[in-house]
Nanobody, 124 residues
């Protein structure tokens, strides 16, 4: 059974940093795409960042470009999201997702596996 478990969320002041981790188990995602999405209260789930292990391509939402960095440890089946210069608008539940496809994408429907989410709250 595939499981994605996020960790690293919490409360941080504006301007601060957090590092989210997502550990995958149940199968290897060494040739798959993995991504991060977020959902704020009353809003739809939105794309944050994605990485394709093949070729190391990375994509970011415009709202986080230059502030967030997605990376991963293929051997450990783990993906990270380093979040810097956080602003209150980044407050949301952050979800890790993995796809059977190797192509990273911003479309949430293209991902096959999801974690339970971790709360990130940025205070002003």
């Amino acid at each position: 059974q595939v499981q994605l478990v996020e960790s690293g969320g919490g409360l941080v002041q504006a301007g601060g940093s957090l590092r989210l981790s997502c550990a995958a188990s149940g199968r290897t995602f060494s040739s798959s795409a993995m991504g991060w999405f977020r959902q704020a209260p009353g809003k739809e789930r939105e794309f944050v960042a994605a990485i394709g292990w093949s070729g190391g391509r990375r994509y970011y939402a415009e709202a986080v470009k230059g502030r967030f960095d997605i990376s991963g440890d293929k051997a450990m089946n783990t993906v990270y999201l380093q979040m810097n210069s956080l602003i209150p608008e980044d407050t949301a539940v952050y979800y890790c997702a993995a796809a059977d496809s190797a192509i990273p994408t911003s479309g949430w429907s293209r991902y096959d596996y999801w974690g339970q989410g971790t709360q990130v709250t940025v205070s002003s």
